[in-house]
């Protein structure tokens, strides 16, 4: 018998989330030690790979300007290997290889003034998470279990990102944040890295009906890769995280649903998906349940993009 060819993985993967700016320009690692790597994304067929300018696991005690100076100076490096920027990711699709785009992980960037959200658009920041695990001027984290919404200084900033066309990124803000931002603005939030609390209890998890509330607005979840946000136990594989995609695709999500996979930011990765190299085996692991390349299209890439064209596309 002639074994079958293993199917191409989609020709649009777009990652919503990693951390490999952090590790590269604040840890000091190398090409190899990152999960991310240029031979990897191609490797992987990735067409746009977020980096986060992450603040920093101190918050706003800490040194955020210095940190993120330090990140942006990580980029030469993969500006030097062919990976280019791109300000808008319908640009990646036409681009000779993989691309990069940024994001924001931590809204302690914004505290010094609203006009630091037109500053890191115009860096090419596409979307922002207003918290990380540390209360800030912005709101609280799901991490710390608050029941208070947002801050007023944090409406306005959503405000003025939406006003811009920054996607308000909810991954690590609590619950009654979300809700303030469903019930209070007009523009879907997105939630870059984040899982189902319905399959795995912790935290940092979207409920059901805060699923349910993304669905019916049109926003979109890019799922995380994170062992221990995909199974109470840590014990966690691609059936795993096709798992939760397929569960917000039984609520309707078919259409919000992609990758988040927070690479480089997480210590211990799915045991059979290190690294975007090997991100053919989640796509092997939804048509095993019955996912067909449309679908899957959808999932790899194309959903943010509608979300993209639809909220962020020609604003500001």
Not at 30 to 36: E, L
Not at 110 to 118: D, I, M, R, S
Not at 175 to 202: Q, R
Not at 228 to 245: K, P, Q, S, V, Y
């Amino acid at each position: 018998m002639t074994e079958q060819a293993a199917a191409p993985n989609p020709a649009f993967i777009l990652d919503t989330h990693s951390d490999t700016l952090w590790a590269m320009g604040v840890r000091g690692m190398d090409w190899g030690q990152t999960a991310v790597t240029p031979e990897r994304l191609r490797a992987g067929g990735v067409t746009v790979q977020t980096f986060a300018l992450w603040t920093g696991p101190k918050g706003n005690r800490g040194d955020v300007a210095g940190t993120v100076r330090a990140e942006l100076a990580a980029r030469a490096r993969w500006e030097a290997a062919g990976i280019r920027q791109v300000f808008d990711p319908a640009e990646a699709a036409n681009a000779d290889g993989p691309c990069f785009m940024l994001s924001v992980e931590g809204g302690e960037v914004f505290e010094p003034g609203l006009e630091t959200v037109a500053a890191y658009k115009a860096l090419g920041v596409r979307m922002a998470a207003i918290l990380w695990n540390n209360e800030n001027a912005l709101g609280f984290s799901a991490k710390s279990g608050d029941e208070r919404g947002l801050k007023p200084y944090g409406l306005e900033v959503v405000r003025e990102m939406q006003r811009l066309g920054m996607g308000v990124d909810v991954s690590h803000l609590n619950e009654a944040g979300f809700w303030d931002i469903l019930e209070k603005t007009d523009i879907p939030p997105l939630a870059s890295h984040s899982c189902c609390k319905a399959l795995c209890g912790h935290a940092r998890n979207l409920t059901d009906d805060q699923l349910r509330a993304l669905i019916g607005k049109g926003g979109y979840v890019g799922v995380n890769f994170y062992p221990f946000f995909l199974d109470d136990g840590g014990a966690a594989d691609t059936e795993t995280i096709a798992a939760h995609i397929d569960h917000i695709c039984q609520l309707g999500g078919e259409r919000i649903v992609g990758l988040g996979s927070d690479f480089d930011g997480i210590e211990v990765s799915p045991r059979d998906l290190r690294h975007p190299g090997e991100l053919g085996r989640l796509f092997d692991a939804l048509r095993r349940r019955g996912y067909g390349e449309e679908t899957l299209a959808a999932i790899a890439g194309g959903n943010y993009l509608r979300y993209d064209r639809t909220y962020l596309a020609g604003r500001g």
